[in-house]
């Protein structure tokens, strides 16, 4: 895959702004919606793309790519799971005391959305990694995006577009190990430590193995409502789909009701129009 050079990403992002001519998706609930070619980074379907919105488990995806760039040629290095890593919202089933391999903790991250994972996939890349999360964002050119936790659980003054996630899922849909780990469907994990199991985590995007869909991410919060970031293939060429403040509802534990999740029928909807 190609990867777009951040100033073209910049330069395309304001040509987008100031003339607008982007052509609007089909009817779906999502809030916001961005349809962006792989090859040349410009958008080819849009809705509120500018619009800032809570970033959910989104911010993942650039967690991700400071974890893979941190980790080369560690990724079977033995890691203790720490009291501090554990966390509410959707996990991958981590307890304290627990060891497992920077590769589990990728795909935790990425199949389950775990944000035990990604609490540790932060504290790895060592005490900076707030400084290099949001020195990544203006890498790739999303200047309508802060960052402020490694999960993007909902917290006060961290934001982020449509159009910015697009240009981090393209970026991160580009890392072949994030790429693998994004098209996954199901990992087996391998805990050492005085909790000894085997247990596996699922990918939490429900699109895996239907047409032209290549790899995924979900993200979903009470502020950010149904998100999704799909890496779509179709007529030989390649696109990055996200979708924000897609309907859907929450069950009393914070889990998404899946009959209510329209994030596949809204992304099924703007793939059809590509």
């Given amino acids: 895959m190609r990867v777009v050079e951040p100033w073209l990403l910049g330069f395309s992002h304001g040509i987008e702004r100031r003339f607008g001519r982007v052509p609007a ?3 779906v609930t999502a809030k916001a919606v961005c349809a962006v070619d792989v090859a040349t980074g410009t958008q080819m379907l849009a809705k509120n793309a500018w619009l800032t919105t809570p970033p959910a488990s989104l911010t993942k995806l650039a967690t991700a790519i400071l974890f ?3 980790s080369e040629g560690r990724w079977h290095e033995q890691v203790e799971v720490r009291a501090q890593d554990l966390c509410s919202g959707s996990t991958m089933g981590l307890a304290e005391g ?3 391999t920077r590769q589990d903790v990728l795909y935790g991250m990425i199949l389950a959305s775990g944000n035990d994972a990604a609490m540790v996939a932060a504290r ?6 707030l400084g290099g999360i ?12 802060r960052f402020l936790t490694p999960h993007g659980r909902d917290i006060r003054r961290q934001f982020s577009t449509a159009r910015d996630l697009a240009s981090l899922a393209a ?3 580009a890392v072949p ?3 693998l780990a994004a098209a996954t469907s199901h990992y087996e994990v391998r805990v050492g430590g005085p909790n000894e199991r085997t247990f596996t985590v699922a990918s939490t995007v429900r699109m895996l193995g239907e047409p032209h869909i290549v790899a995924g991410k979900t993200g979903s919060t009470p502020r950010a409502r149904g998100c999704l970031a799909v890496l779509v293939e179709k007529a030989g060429k390649e696109a990055v789909v996200v979708l924000m403040g897609a309907t859907v509802a929450f069950d009393a534990l914070g889990k998404v009701v899946e009959m209510s999740d329209r994030r596949y029928d809204d992304a099924r909807g703007v793939i059809r129009s590509l």
């Fill in 177 to 179: 190990r994030i790429r």
């Fill in 134 to 145: 949001n020195a990544l964002a203006a890498e790739l050119g999303m200047t309508r995006t």
């Fill in 68 to 70: 893979v760039r941190a």
């Fill in 171 to 173: 970026a991160a849909f």
């Fill in 98 to 100: 627990d060891v497992i």
């Fill in 124 to 129: 790895l890349v060592g005490p900076h990694w």
């Fill in 25 to 27: 998706p089909p009817a």
